[in-house]
């Protein structure tokens, strides 16, 4: 038996697993497909929020710690797994913010290097950009991750720990309680169910955490919003760093090919693709970057992010029972958050002290009810 269950291998339950298994506990990941293929590889891989002052505290609390994480987890990946996330500080240049003075203030209270921008200086770092733009605002300290490429690394420093046993293609259907604890998830593993316990239960599950908290007749407001992302292809440098307009930006990679992200739909499960995106970013992509017109789309792809009001995720004990927990609701920053918001709950799950107050997290004050009678 593990001490520590975990539903749902995305980036926020795997690295809930890396912090517990490095303090000694046993842990198993249970994953309906393949660890770190859905939301969390879907992503953009920015690790920062999109114009980081309109969020609230405890987003910006969240943020600050995980970015400043990042170069450290990325670099212990990269060594264990050979597995590299390509952490690339190629900072963040918005050209449409129109509350300078909000943003600047706020940078300097947080500390974030942030700058305001002059067309000279525009177009010195970003040739290709279209004409017109007469001032912007630079973070030069954001950072950049292949996603793609943190999920398989953390995903095989993971299944190489002794004390950790992940276990894919397992879906939980269920799960069993005795008054306040939770005993056992009963799970369907390449055809034939079976049941699993554990002392302590953890729900990641994405944009589905919502669905195993219905299960034990609870609701949790965490509701799928679809992002659809495209990829460029480049064989030559088009850009230096992340560009951000009208909510739409591109994320040069370091083989020179040009992510574009992303729509936001409220399509309840559906990770279809659509032409209609594929037109509306192609249109925000090529009106940034006019070269883009000339080049190949190479893939387009779709995920579904676990929205939260307000963003704020879900982390912590859940109301009515002693052993289950969730982290779950990040929305549209969950890479950027999820080193903070995994290390949040690990000091939770062990008794530890935590390095940022858990109350504005916790999913008792925040919205997690009982299902209502015929609902
Ligand atoms: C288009 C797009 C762009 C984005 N860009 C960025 C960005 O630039 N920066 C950023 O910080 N964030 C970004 N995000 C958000 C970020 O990707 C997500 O917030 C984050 O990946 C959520 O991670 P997660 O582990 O909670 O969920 P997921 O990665 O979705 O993982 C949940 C896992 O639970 C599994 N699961 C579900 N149900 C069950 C079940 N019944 N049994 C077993 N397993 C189950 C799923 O298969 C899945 O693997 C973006 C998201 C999208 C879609």
Redesign the pocket.
Known sequence: MSDFLI????????LVARGLSRRGARVRV????V?????????????S?LYPWRYSEPVTALANRAQDAYPELAQALADETGIDPELTECGLLMLDADDHAQALSWAQRHGRPMQAWQSTQIYAREPGLAAGTECALYMPSVANIR?PRLVRALAASLQAHPAVEVNEQ????GFETDGDRMTAVRLLQQGRERRLQADTFVL?????TG??LDMLGLSLPVTPV????LLYKADKPLLSGVVLSKGRYLIPRRDHHILV??TLEYAAFDKSITGQACDSLRASAEQMLPALSALPVLRQW?????GAPDGVPFIGKIPGFSNVYV??G?????????PASADLLVALLTNTRTALDPAPYDPARRGIAPVPPHS
């Open positions: 539903c749902g291998g995305g980036v926020s339950g795997m249970v994953e309906r497909g660890c770190g293929r859905e939301a969390s590889w879907a992503g953009g891989g920015i690790v929020p996603n397992t879906e939980v259907l990641t599950a994405g944009a589905w669905q195993l679809k992002g659809q992302m992200g992303s779709a995920g579904l992010r676990p982290n779950a990040h929305y549209r920053n969950g890479l950027v958050l999820a």
